[in-house]
Each structure stands twice: as structure tokens, then as C-alpha cells.
């Protein structure tokens, strides 16, 4: 029966890392912003960059809110913590603007799009880690809006700020600080051990640096794998930098060890809530925001982290809790947390498949998969993970193609003729 439902496909390598190869583009950085909509199918789309993911309450109030007046109502989470609204209407641009800039949402609107940080969303607050990395956080996030140059960096540049454990250290950032043992940071690129006094503004240098590179070498390049530039020389680059501004550093060894995302429970004084498919609804986001204390943190795993007293965390995670009968997750044991999928459609005009509810209607047949799997509605796999999961990739003809990635390469490929077939052809490939 599989043999008739799978198609075998030889072992095929992932597109080859373009760390050696310039950029060659002819326009510029078209990603969307809070201020520079994108017209998708489904109307105009709006992301919101939420440094580190954290949103006070009344700033999570603020965004609901205009999800409900001027878009389709929900929020839709990002792989970088931050927030899109869909379904715009025309010509609301000035009004969500506005209503962003009351709520403290565009610090530097000349900056908006650039303000891509994520952080390790469980530092300070479940005893983990070597330290907290929020300070850091405020801080680049603040010499980041103050930079002129760094409003040359394109939408899709990312810094990461590990708190030591390892967690956003794995999520290919251009630029990574990473609390030490000693006490210090170890930045990347550079491959350097710095104070951890300076690791915000070193990280700013290194991404100066990244952008001085880019115009010597007559390139476009938006993330530091698109520059041309071997590591050491690059790193190199970003020594001389440092030591032009006054900052010390020392060579170290990269720092080893990681850990994946939180899993959905309470951790420490926090309760981790997955958010499945990354969408919520009104309903859900009203009651994220009525259990946070302060503030919510979002997380690049599309989940959100509400940081609390351990008493209050407990209350909000069991039953009959509200966030639970609202459909989100935090039982460490749901298979959600295993599952990711773009927008598709009707959304976007480029995907094959309404990819969500293919997903949603697979994990309640086939219950946890043996492998992380990232559903795409089309070639380009906005959003997909770095780890080794199960890509299912929805085809022009209305089938589904699956493909085991194991350390950046696609070791088993096989089809499915329609996402009826999804299960047998999951069974086959990860067996």
C-alpha cells in the first residue's frame, strides 16, 4: 500500500551555505514593517519588531486592539519573536502607526524595521542561564535606534543575546553576544570574549562593521552569510573595530552547550505557553494579556513566556485555566510544539496549500511526530526552522512533498499525493 501512495527520491542535498558567494540582487530590502505595509492576498501585513519579544501588558493591550480595528483580529507570531497583523485594511497606515507610536511601540521610526533582537526569553526567571541578559537587551535595542549607520542594516538582519544556556545562540543570527562563565560575552562575528559591560555596544560595532564590509565590497548583502567573506576575515574586521573604539577583548574558544526553547509549562517564575501555528486569536491574546503581571515575552519557537510570581504561574497553568480552554498550550507533553507551518493560504498568493488547517487535521490523525515537521505552502519556506525536523513542502499539483533534514542536508525525500497520504508518507520517512 505505501508503495503505491510514495514516490522514492534520491538523497539531495540542501541549497549550498552562500557564506563564500556576494549577494547579486537588484532592488532593494522589501521587507515589511510597521510603517512599510506589505500587500499580501488577504490584505495589507504589518510586523511589529518587538525586541527580545517583551511587551508590557497595556502594549500588548494596544496591539490587540488595533489587530481588531484595522486587521482580521489576530496576531500572528514570527520565528523572531516579533508580531504581524494581517488583513489591513487600505489606507490604515497612519492610524496603526499612530496608535504604535502611543504605545510606545516605534521608538525611532527611522529604525523600526531594524530593531530585530532576540534574547533568551527565560533569562532572570527560572534560575538557568549565567546571566540576566535583559540589560543587554535594553541597551543595544537603545544604540541600535541611536545609530545612524545601523538604519543601513535591512529587515532581516538579526542580533541574538544568549543568556549562556544556548538557546538563541543556535538560531543563525548576524550577530551574537553570549554570557560566559567568567562573567564576559562572547561575540560573534569576531570570535572574541568581551566585557560584559561592552557586549551591547560591541554587538552595534560588529554589525557597523558588517555594513562598512558590505559597501568595500560592493555588495547588497542583508545578513552576514551573504558578504563574500571567509569567517577570519571578517572577524578580523570586526577586531580592528573594537579596538578602534576602545574596547578590549580577549581570544577565546566559542562557548559549547545548548538547549532548545522552553517547553510549554511552568518554569521557575514563569509560565511557557505555546501558541500553536504561531496564531492568535482575540480571544487567546485577551487572555495572555489578563495573566501577565508586567509584561509578556514572545519567543522565536512562536510561543510566549509570562513572567510571574511561582504561585501565580501554577494558578494560570492548571484547570480549569483560562488559557487552556482558550486553545493554548501548556502541557509540556503536547505534540504542538513539534509542529510549524507558514501562512499559506489564502494568505499568500504564492502558497499551493492552506498549509495550517493540512497541519492541524495531520498532527490529530497521526498524534506527535517522530521528527519537528515545518509545513510550506511554496519554494521559499518562510519561517522555517534551523534543526533537524520533517520539511513538508506543498506542491503545484495539490500533493505534499517530505524531506528529512538531519544536519542542513535532506537525506530522505519521498511524496504524498494529497495531505490524506501525509501520515503514511511521515511513517515511511522517518522510519
Known amino acids: 500500500m505505501i508503495v503505491g501512495m510514495l514516490t522514492a527520491m534520491p538523497t539531495a542535498a540542501l541549497p549550498p551555505s552562500p557564506e563564500a558567494t556576494p549577494a547579486a540582487r537588484d532592488r532593494g530590502d522589501a521587507c515589511p514593517g510597521a510603517l512599510r505595509l506589505h500587500e499580501a492576498d488577504d490584505g495589507a501585513l504589518a510586523r511589529v519588531r518587538l525586541p527580545g519579544g517583551v511587551l508590557t501588558r497595556d502594549q500588548a493591550r494596544a496591539l ?44 525611532s521610526p527611522e529604525h523600526e524595521r531594524v530593531r530585530n533582537i ?27 535606534c541611536a545609530s545612524e549607520a545601523a538604519r543601513g542594516l535591512s529587515g532581516r538582519f538579526l542580533f541574538a543575546l544568549d543568556d549562556g544556556r544556548g538557546d538563541v545562540a543556535g538560531l543563525g543570527a548576524d550577530v551574537t553576544g553570549r554570557a560566559t562563565g567568567d ?40 545578513r552576514v552569510s551573504e558578504l563574500g567573506l571567509g569567517r577570519t576575515e571578517l572577524a578580523g574586521l570586526v577586531r580592528d573595530r573594537l579596538t578602534a573604539e576602545g574596547i ?78 482558550a486553545g493554548l498550550v501548556t502541557d509540556p507533553a503536547s505534540p504542538w510544539p513539534r509542529v510549524g507551518a507558514c501562512v499559506g493560504r489564502p494568505g499568500c498568493a504564492r502558497a499551493h496549500a492552506d498549509v495550517r488547517a493540512d497541519a492541524a487535521r495531520t498532527l490529530e490523525a497521526t498524534g506527535r511526530p517522530a521528527l519537528p515537521l515545518y509545513w510550506s505552502g511554496c519554494e521559499r519556506r518562510c519561517g522555517h526552522p534551523r534543526g533537524d525536523h520533517v520539511d513538508v513542502l506543498a506542491t ?3 500533493g505534499y512533498r517530505l524531506s528529512a533534514v538531519m544536519a542542513g542536508r ?22
Not at 514570527?78 to 497612519?94: D, E, F, H, K
Not at 561575540?187 to 558588517?210: H, I, K, W
Request: hydrophobic residues 45%; charged residues 20%.
Open 118 to 144: 532576540v534574547a533568551t526569553p527565560l533569562s532572570g526567571l527560572d534560575g538557568g542561564g549565567l546571566r540576566d541578559v535583559r540589560p543587554w537587551l535594553t541597551a543595544l535595542d537603545a544604540a541600535v
Open 183 to 222: 562573567g564576559g560575552a562572547w561575540l560573534t562575528p569576531g570570535s572574541v570574549r568581551v566585557a560584559a559591560a561592552d557586549a551591547p555596544s560591541a554587538a552595534l560595532l560588529a554589525a557597523e562593521t558588517f555594513l562598512r564590509a558590505a559597501r568595500s565590497h560592493g555588495t547588497r548583502a542583508w
Open 396 to 398: 503545484p499539483d495539490g
Open 248 to 325: 578590549g577583548y580577549e581570544d577565546r574558544a566559542e562557548p559549547v552547550g545548548a538547549t532548545a526553547g522552553p517547553s510549554p509549562g511552568v518554569i521557575g517564575d514563569a509560565l511557557s505557553v505555546h501558541v500553536p501555528l504561531g496564531r492568535l486569536t482575540p480571544a487567546q491574546w485577551e487572555a495572555l494579556t489578563v495573566a501577565a503581571d508586567r509584561e509578556l515575552r514572545l519567543t522565536p519557537w512562536r510561543g510566549v513566556v509570562v513572567p510571574a510570581a511561582g504561585a501565580t504561574a501554577a494558578r494560570i497553568a492548571g484547570p480549569p485555566a483560562r488559557l487552556r480552554t
Open 410 to 431: 535532506s537525506v530522505r525525500t519521498t511524496s504524498a499525493a494529497g495531505p490524506s497520504r501525509i501520515g503514511a508518507a511521515l511513517a515511511a520517512i522517518t522510519s
Open 64 to 107: 490587540g486592539d488595533a489587530a481588531r480595528r484595522l486587521g482580521d483580529g489576530d496576531l500572528h507570531l514570527t520565528s523572531r519573536g516579533n508580531v504581524q497583523l494581517r488583513g489591513l485594511a487600505a489606507g490604515c497606515g497612519a492610524e496603526l502607526a499612530e496608535a504604535l507610536d502611543a504605545a510606545g511601540l516605534l521608538p
